[in-house]
């Protein structure tokens, strides 16, 4: 055990090197490549604009959102009509898809506990 530690402390060492030796020039090249999308003047009054944009642009894409919402909602109700007629292959792709949902709910609470499993019984 301490000989795992000694090597995962050994690893860690290694990548603050190189983060501190090649991160600048990692960030530099990040920002040339992407300086389309800088907004000129960098400053806080532009990034409140761009806050405010961003939100007020995302209230107006509500109402799409609910009528989406309720267009899965009547596909699942006549779904549920003609359960009869559902094959395997469906069934066992709805499974699957409420399992991955539980998995990222469990996922969710367990970085809201911060990375903690203590009040989990599994």
Request: charged share 25%.
């Amino acid at each position: 055990m301490a000989s795992k530690l000694l090597q995962v402390q050994a690893k860690a060492a290694q990548a603050s090197q190189a983060v501190t030796k090649n991160g600048g020039s990692y960030v530099k090249q990040l920002l040339e490549k992407n300086k389309d999308y800088i907004q000129e003047p960098p400053s806080v009054e532009t990034c409140q604009l761009l806050a405010k944009q961003l939100f007020y642009t995302r209230l107006a894409s509500i109402p799409h959102r609910y009528e989406a919402f309720w267009k899965e909602v009547e596909s699942i109700k006549k779904l549920m009509k003609k359960r009869e007629e559902m094959n395997m292959e469906n069934a066992g792709m709805a499974a699957l898809f409420g399992l991955e949902c539980f998995v990222w709910f469990c996922g969710g609470e367990i970085v809201g506990r911060g990375f903690t499993f203590p009040g989990y019984h599994f």
